[in-house]
């Protein structure tokens, strides 16, 4: 064992927790090293004089009083009960004392509440009878209210229309033109939309769609006269004959002077000529199978009379 | 090792008047303060009664101010009342009682280190009230004055090893367990803090004698 060896482990031989071979190995370096030996000395005696330090002067009374003071006021706080928990266990006494204990009773209590509730609600939270009347006058107020809205939105869509036939797009314009096919009951404002179609448009397309939109609805005097105005103007053979198929179709006897003229004109096209020779005939054939056909009063079927 | 070295004060071979009771039960100290947590408050008397004085002893060793150790030692029994929620089943009273003494030191010196007041404690021995009387400065009085002004210039973590070890009769595991280090780390530290003393110890005889 070497000095420094030796001097790490005085505390512990100082303490007596050195084990026994190493205190030995310790006392036997000792007794060879005068250095260690006045190290281990210095360090016992400074020890002894620590140790025989008396313990410091005794605390004051103070300290005690100072304590069990604390101590008194923290028992008190410990022992007592808050207000608040005390009120509350007070009202859960009044509460408990108030209803009853056992749970068929509180359950009967329940419903009876509840019954009573329910009547109660019945009894007087049914609207009275008097508001009865000013509800169906609102009633017809909104109804007409309603009426007038339903117009102005019919009047919009015929508006919408109209705008679409002059601002669109070709394409656009023939779909506007199909969907008037898929109104029942047009209004005259939408028909005479189609007619000024049929007289203006520069697209044959969208003319050739027109005279389809109108074949439904060619039992009307104003689209007669329309398709009539129509086919004097006409350019295109196509729509010249869809015209003049139409016409014949609802036996259109005005129009026989202008077949007429159309099958000996030289100028026009000869399946436009065809066409309009065909149409004189049939104008001039009463139909059989249709009789009721020239009813309409507008139109006095000359051949009938 | 012995498990008892552990978990037991070592019993002091110098008898020493005012060190913890030789007949310290340690399962009663622990029995009292588990009633103190449970609610019984005033059980905590029997507690301070014991120890007290040892916890006096170490504030007034480590500052050297009787009067603010007193207070630290009420500031002590305080927050064991504050915080006796938090003992452990398995901790040593003994041992949580200087883990809180130790924090309420760091405490005073952290606050005195901030004030302007003297808290240096090696300007300790300047301090008139405190210098032994002229008539009893001979023979044993003398040296006992002389080995108080010596610890009190030591640096103060030598002495709080120190007076743990040689004053309040802490072994080095509870010494370890109380400072957060290895018991070797201790034992280190306790034999520099020895050196550090007598050479203080010596120094202040020569003052003294020139």
Redesign the interface.
């Known amino acids: 064992m070497n000095c420094q060896r030796v ?2 482990h ?3 031989y100082q ?1 007596g ?1 050195l084990a026994a071979e190493d205190s030995a190995a310790l006392r036997a370096h000792l007794a060879s090293c005068p250095t260690c030996q006045r190290e281990w000395s ?2 016992q ?16 009374p ?3 009083e ?3 003071a ?2 008194e006021t ?2 008190r706080e ?1 022992d007592s009960v808050s207000p608040f928990a005390l009120a509350r266990s007070r009202l859960d006494r009044f509460f408990a004392a108030l209803l009853p204990s056992t749970p068929a009773l509180q359950f009967a209590g329940a419903l009876a509440a509840l019954a009573v509730g329910v009547f109660t609600g019945a009894r007087y939270l049914t609207p009275p009878p008097s508001a009865a009347a000013p509800v169906a006058v609102v009633d017809q107020a909104a109804q007409q209210k309603i009426a007038d809205l339903e117009a102005q939105v019919k009047d919009m869509g015929s508006l919408v229309a109209a705008s679409l036939l002059q601002q669109k797009s070709t394409s656009e314009r023939i779909t506007t033109m199909l969907a008037t096919m898929d109104l029942k009951s047009p209004d005259r404002r939408v028909l005479t939309d189609v007619v000024s179609a049929l007289a203006l448009d520069p697209s044959v397309n969208v003319r050739l769609a027109a005279v389809e939109a109108l074949t439904d609805h060619a039992d009307q005097a104003v689209v007669r006269q329309g398709l009539l105005a129509a086919l004097t103007r006409e350019t295109a053979p196509l729509v010249q004959v869809a015209i003049i198929e139409l016409l014949a179709d609802v036996r259109e006897f005005d129009a026989a002077p202008l077949f007429e003229r159309l099958s000996r004109d030289e100028a026009t096209d000869q399946n436009v000529r065809d066409s309009a020779r065909r149409g004189l005939a049939v104008l001039r054939t009463p139909s059989p199978t249709d009789p009721l056909k020239n009813n309409n009063p507008s139109n006095p079927a000359p051949a009938v009379s | ?1 012995f498990l008892a ?1 552990v978990t037991e004060f ?1 019993v ?1 071979s ?1 008898a ?4 913890l009771p030789v007949t310290v039960d340690a399962d009663s100290d622990h029995e009292l303060m588990i009633a103190v947590r449970a ?1 019984e ?2 059980r ?2 029997e507690l ?1 009664e014991r120890y ?2 040892p916890l ?2 170490f504030f ?2 480590l500052t050297n101010q ?1 009067s603010a ?2 207070d630290l ?2 500031i002590v ?2 927050r064991i ?1 504050k915080y006796r929620h938090t003992y452990r089943d398995e901790g040593k009273f003994s041992a949580w009682i200087y883990h809180l003494a130790r924090k309420v030191a760091a405490d005073h010196f952290r606050k005195h280190a901030r004030t302007p007041t003297p808290a240096d404690p090696t300007d300790f021995h300047d301090q008139p009230d405190q210098d032994p009387a002229p008539d009893t400065q001979a023979g ?1 009085a003398d ?2 004055a002389l ?2 002004r010596a ?1 009190a210039r030591v640096s103060h973590e030598h002495r709080e090893v ?1 007076v743990l070890a ?2 309040q009769h802490l ?2 595991q509870e010494i370890a367990r109380l400072l957060d280090c290895s018991v070797g780390a201790v ?2 530290r ?2 520099r803090a ?2 550090e ?2 050479e203080v ?1 010596f120094k202040i005889r020569k003052e003294q004698a020139a």
């Open positions: 001097q790490d005085f505390i512990d303490d927790t210095a360090l005696e400074i020890t002894r004089k620590l140790e025989a330090l008396p313990a410091a002067e005794e605390p004051s103070r300290l005690r100072q304590f069990y604390m101590l923290h028992q410990a | 090792m070295s070592r002091s110098v020493s008047p005012v060190s609610g408050i005033r905590l008397g301070f007290h004085k006096y002893g007034v060793r009787p150790s007193e030692v009420q029994f305080y009342l044993t040296d006992l080995m108080r610890l120190l040689r004053l072994n080095h034992k280190v306790a034999h020895l050196k003393l007598r110890y």
